[in-house]
């Protein structure tokens, strides 16, 4: 069976610091995985993703994430925070039937 | 770029009525789904369709039904509404070839029985 666990449901930041998301994932198949992002009340954005090519992947916003199969991991990073990377961020995970399986989320909020 | 429309921003519904959401993709995708959205859930699939009038049970199918009659549209129904099924639903598509990337999510429809 697929499962993402999303660890920490909510994340506090302050602006100029490293903003660090994880998420691990259990699969029995080699994994496809995303990171999506949402802004309050709108639905979900790409930010990355990975589909068994490089294990350093770059998105959109400065954001990238490293997959670890060793650690079963696929966390997200940010060097910088900025005040507009307030949201809700989704690990995913698609199975070999195209499901998408999702993490319970982690807010993100970024202090002046 | 792809386009997932929902035709709803928000829905207020009384209970025991039959409900419609509506979405539509513009870029001749073959699979749609559908997913809910709570706090501290996450998404959790409901029904999804792999092409016109097939349809498979997702994760939390109860209460719910869908239908796809034509590529472009994939509706799903709650037969009788309940307070329970107050919630963000969300659709998403995605092309059949190309592997297990290239989901595009519509905008959302907050739905509130009451």
């Known amino acids: 069976a697929q499962s993402v666990t999303q660890l920490g449901s909510h994340v506090s930041v302050s602006e100029g610091a490293l903003v660090l998301l994880r998420c691990n994932y259990s699969?029995?198949?080699?994994?496809?995985l995303f990171w999506y992002v949402q802004y309050p009340n709108q639905g979900l954005q790409l930010l990355l993703k990975?589909?068994?090519?490089?294990?350093l992947v770059k998105g959109i916003n400065g954001f990238e994430a490293e997959f670890k199969k060793s650690e079963t991991s696929f966390h997200l990073t940010k060097p910088s925070a900025h005040m507009s990377d307030a949201a809700e961020y989704f690990c995913?995970?698609?199975?070999?039937?195209?499901?998408?399986?999702f993490g319970a989320g982690t807010t993100v909020t970024v202090r002046a | 770029d792809v386009k997932v429309t929902q035709s709803s921003r928000y829905l207020v519904k009384r209970t025991g009525e039959k409900v419609f959401l509506e979405c539509v993709q513009d870029?001749?995708?073959?699979?749609m789904f559908w997913y809910r959205q709570d706090p501290g859930l996450g998404l959790r699939l409901i029904y999804f369709?792999?092409?016109?009038?097939?349809?498979e049970k997702g994760d939390i199918p109860e209460g719910y039904s869908v239908s796809r009659e034509k590529k472009e549209r994939f509706s799903l129904i709650l037969e009788s509404a309940s307070t329970n099924q107050t919630s963000m639903y969300l659709c998403?598509?995605?092309?059949?070839?190309?592997?297990?990337?290239?989901?595009?999510f519509g905008s959302g429809t907050r739905l509130t029985v009451v």
């Open positions: 998403a598509s995605r092309s059949g070839a190309g592997g297990r990337g290239g989901y595009t």
């Open positions: 870029m001749d995708h073959e699979n």
């Open positions: 699969s029995s198949v080699p994994p496809y």
């Open positions: 990975y589909t068994s090519a490089a294990t």
């Open positions: 369709s792999y092409d016109v009038k097939m349809k």
């Open positions: 995913a995970l698609a199975s070999n039937d195209y499901k998408l399986s």
